[in-house]
């Protein structure tokens, strides 16, 4: 009869297993009202779910009673190791009866002073998705029908499992969706770019768990991907990062056209350095396309190792499919205001810098033409002199206003091509030179060759040997070299150089020194700068102890050598 009253009693306990599986539909919930009725059906001192990780074949511990620390340290136990790797590569049930001498993987068991253990697996449909144990901190023999009620309670709890991780995919799609349309509306808004940025950061990096969040966006020009904005990693924006694509973490996701994981940033093809220097982890990036054009990237990352997993990829690249579609709008209204913006200061420049010469012209002409036979040999020279040095300046002006107007409109033309550098810069000289050719030295090395744009380095050039003879002193040197991919081309002066309140300035738009010819614009240099950096070089002024030195750089190959962004099949 007690026999009897016992079994009734754990049935009973059973059943009230069946009811706590089915009054939960949160998993974590579930699983924690679990662990107090298996273990008290069971009389047990210890009970722990783990649930398989199909990825990794491995059982993770997601709930324990009297071994929270299974949970605590985040537990794995491959399938087919160890005691609870048995239990789910066997599929049945094992026992131990005296855990100091058994097979148990997880030092956690001894460590609680555990002596016995049952373990069954969770089978739903016959596939195992889990294990569950339980223990005894003294030895104790474990009956057939200790077994029986272990596993009738697993087959009960692997059903509500099932039923609470079916609901809880539920639950992470409608919350996914809410956070994409988080994404969407801000897309879909009246942002400007520098806005629409801000925003797209905080809530990508809010829907991924992040701890920081960057956008790079593609400079076509130099086939490099350019930091725009940044959350946690902000010095990549301050830095003005910039990563060739295909190169590097971030150039791999835009040559790929795919979402890319790093799992483990310290040992992994990071081209940039701040990515270690933050101390991220892990990092997860997905290309920003619209209508297969990569306009850019978007990466999260975490401060502590992360596996990012194939959900994450995917809410990433939907999230960076809708944020490109914001961009690609913020970016043509950018343009279009730009392109506005070029048209107002052209037409500025334009009767700003042409009123001079043109009226001087003007003038000129007037007087021959109205004074004919009043004005003396000597008066007619002097004034036609005057209309051919303003006719010069005029024809100058016009041509620096059009090279500053397609640079800033972004219509200079690429085209490299085999350059010898010495003989280019003497066929140069005899035309901007002439005159003064005795005043400048050619020291390049007759053999040198470079794939260059020589459009660029005849203005640029040009502008460095004019100014030079203008307002330099000889002896006046052109050198060339060539070092790390890169074409350098410096012309220098023995003159008094570029004081040193002005070289701040020196580059931008009509900045004259105080002994500058009237005849100069101010323009020369800051368009001489803009054709080198339109072609992925730059010009630079290089301070040295007396005279003034010029130094071109730029990228040999020129831009088309660099590797082109990938076309859909």
Same mark, same amino acid.
């Given at each position: 009869?007690?026999?009897?009253?016992?079994?009734?009693? =754990?049935?009973?306990?059973?059943?009230?297993?069946?009811?706590?599986?089915?009054?939960?539909?949160?998993?974590?919930?579930?699983?924690? $009202?679990?662990?107090?009725?298996?273990?008290?059906?069971?009389?047990?001192?210890?009970?722990?779910?783990?649930?398989?990780?199909?990825?990794? @074949?491995?059982?993770? *511990?997601?709930?324990?009673?009297?071994?929270?620390?299974?949970?605590?340290?985040?537990?794995?136990?491959?399938?087919?190791?160890?005691?609870?790797?048995?239990?789910?590569?066997? #599929?049945?049930?094992?026992?131990?009866?005296?855990?100091?001498? !058994?097979?148990?993987? @997880?030092?956690?068991?001894?460590?609680?002073? +555990?002596?016995?253990?049952?373990?069954?697996?969770?089978?739903?449909?016959?596939?195992?998705?889990?294990?569950?144990?339980?223990?005894?901190?003294?030895?104790?023999?474990?009956?057939?029908?200790?077994?029986?009620?272990?596993?009738?309670?697993?087959?009960?709890?692997?059903?509500?499992?099932? /039923?609470?991780?079916?609901?809880?995919?539920?639950?992470?799609?409608?919350?996914?969706?809410?956070?994409? =349309?988080?994404?969407?509306?801000?897309?879909?808004? /009246?942002?400007?770019?520098?806005?629409?940025? @801000?925003?797209?950061?905080?809530?990508?990096?809010?829907?991924?768990?992040?701890?920081?969040?960057?956008?790079?966006?593609?400079?076509?020009?130099?086939?490099?991907?350019?930091? #725009?904005?940044?959350?946690?990693?902000?010095?990549? &924006?301050? #830095? !003005?990062?910039?990563?060739?694509?295909?190169?590097?973490?971030?150039?791999?996701?835009?040559?790929? #056209?795919?979402?890319?994981?790093?799992?483990?940033?310290?040992?992994?093809?990071?081209? @940039?350095?701040?990515?270690?220097?933050?101390? +991220?982890?892990?990092?997860?990036?997905?290309?920003?396309?619209?209508?297969?054009?990569?306009?850019? &990237?978007? /990466?999260?990352?975490?401060?502590?190792?992360?596996?990012?997993?194939?959900?994450?990829?995917?809410?990433?690249?939907?999230?960076?499919?809708?944020?490109?579609?914001?961009?690609?709008?913020?970016?043509?209204?950018?343009?279009?205001?730009?392109?506005?913006?070029?048209?107002?200061?052209?037409?500025?420049?334009?009767?700003?810098?042409?009123?001079?010469?043109?009226?001087?012209?003007?003038? $000129?002409? %007037?007087? %021959?033409?109205?004074?004919?036979?009043?004005?003396?040999?000597?008066?007619?020279?002097?004034?036609?002199?005057?209309?051919?040095?303003?006719?010069?300046?005029?024809?100058?002006?016009?041509?620096?206003?059009?090279? %500053?107007?397609?640079?800033?409109?972004? *219509?200079?033309?690429?085209?490299?091509?085999?350059? /010898?550098?010495?003989?280019?810069?003497?066929?140069?000289?005899?035309?901007? $030179?002439?005159?003064?050719?005795?005043?400048?030295?050619?020291?390049?090395?007759?053999?040198?060759?470079?794939?260059?744009?020589?459009?660029?380095?005849?203005?640029?050039?040009?502008?460095?040997?004019?100014?030079?003879?203008?307002? !330099?002193?000889?002896? +006046?040197?052109?050198?060339?070299?060539?070092?790390?991919?890169?074409?350098?081309?410096?012309?220098?002066?023995?003159?008094?150089?570029?004081?040193?309140?002005?070289? !701040?300035?020196?580059?931008?738009?009509?900045?004259?020194?105080?002994?500058?010819?009237?005849?100069?614009?101010?323009?020369?240099?800051?368009?001489?700068?803009?054709?080198?950096?339109?072609?992925?070089?730059?010009?630079?002024?290089?301070?040295?102890?007396?005279?003034?030195?010029?130094?071109?750089?730029?990228?040999?190959?020129?831009?088309?050598?660099?590797?082109?962004?990938?076309?859909?099949?």
């Amino acid at each position: 009869m007690a026999t009897d009253d016992r079994s009734t009693d =754990q049935l009973r306990r059973i059943q009230s297993v069946t009811d706590a599986a089915l009054a939960h539909l949160s998993l974590g919930d579930m699983l924690e $009202a679990l662990l107090d009725r298996i273990r008290d059906a069971l009389d047990s001192d210890t009970c722990a779910f783990l649930l398989l990780d199909e990825p990794t @074949n491995e059982l993770v *511990a997601r709930a324990a009673r009297g071994i929270e620390e299974e949970v605590e340290q985040g537990v794995r136990i491959p399938v087919g190791k160890g005691f609870a790797g048995k239990v789910a590569a066997q #599929r049945r049930p094992v026992i131990i009866p005296d855990v100091d001498h !058994g097979d148990v993987l @997880n030092p956690i068991l001894r460590e609680k002073g +555990i002596k016995s253990l049952l373990g069954v697996p969770l089978l739903v449909h016959g596939d195992v998705i889990g294990v569950v144990h339980v223990g005894t901190l003294t030895p104790r023999e474990f009956t057939d029908r200790d077994v029986e009620l272990l596993q009738l309670a697993a087959d009960r709890a692997a059903l509500a499992i099932e /039923h609470g991780r079916v609901y809880e995919a539920e639950r992470a799609l409608t919350d996914r969706l809410l956070k994409l =349309q988080q994404v969407t509306d801000v897309a879909l808004a /009246h942002l400007g770019l520098d806005a629409l940025l @801000n925003e797209l950061l905080e809530r990508v990096g809010a829907i991924l768990g992040a701890d920081t969040c960057a956008i790079l966006l593609l400079d076509t020009r130099g086939n490099e991907l350019v930091a #725009r904005a940044a959350r946690g990693i902000e010095e990549e &924006v301050e #830095r !003005g990062v910039r990563i060739p694509v295909g190169r590097g973490f971030a150039g791999r996701v835009a040559a790929e #056209r795919r979402p890319i994981v790093i799992d483990d940033v310290d040992h992994a093809d990071v081209l @940039n350095p701040i990515l270690r220097e933050k101390g +991220i982890k892990s990092l997860l990036g997905a290309p920003l396309l619209v209508r297969d054009t990569v306009l850019g &990237v978007i /990466h999260v990352g975490t401060l502590t190792p992360r596996k990012f997993g194939t959900d994450d990829a995917e809410l990433l690249q939907l999230a960076a499919e809708r944020a490109a579609m914001g961009l690609e709008k913020a970016l043509v209204h950018d343009e279009l205001m730009r392109l506005d913006q070029v048209r107002h200061a052209f037409i500025s420049i334009a009767s700003h810098e042409l009123r001079t010469p043109a009226t001087a012209v003007l003038g $000129a002409a %007037l007087t %021959l033409v109205a004074r004919e036979h009043q004005l003396s040999d000597e008066q007619q020279h002097e004034l036609k002199l005057v209309l051919a040095e303003q006719a010069q300046r005029l024809a100058t002006l016009i041509e620096q206003l059009l090279d %500053l107007s397609r640079i800033e409109a972004q *219509a200079v033309e690429i085209r490299p091509e085999p350059v /010898h550098v010495a003989a280019r810069l003497e066929q140069l000289l005899r035309t901007v $030179a002439a005159g003064h050719r005795d005043l400048v030295e050619v020291a390049v090395d007759p053999e040198l060759e470079a794939m260059v744009d020589s459009t660029v380095v005849d203005r640029v050039v040009s502008n460095l040997v004019v100014n030079a003879i203008r307002h !330099g002193a000889p002896p +006046i040197c052109v050198r060339a070299s060539i070092g790390g991919g890169r074409l350098r081309i410096t012309v220098e002066d023995a003159g008094p150089g570029v004081p040193a309140e002005l070289r !701040g300035r020196l580059f931008d738009q009509f900045v004259r020194g105080h002994s500058a010819s009237s005849m100069g614009s101010g323009l020369g240099l800051a368009i001489a700068r803009s054709y080198a950096q339109a072609h992925a070089g730059d010009l630079r002024y290089v301070a040295g102890e007396s005279g003034a030195c010029f130094e071109l750089e730029l990228p040999i190959g020129g831009l088309a050598a660099r590797p082109p962004l990938p076309q859909p099949a």
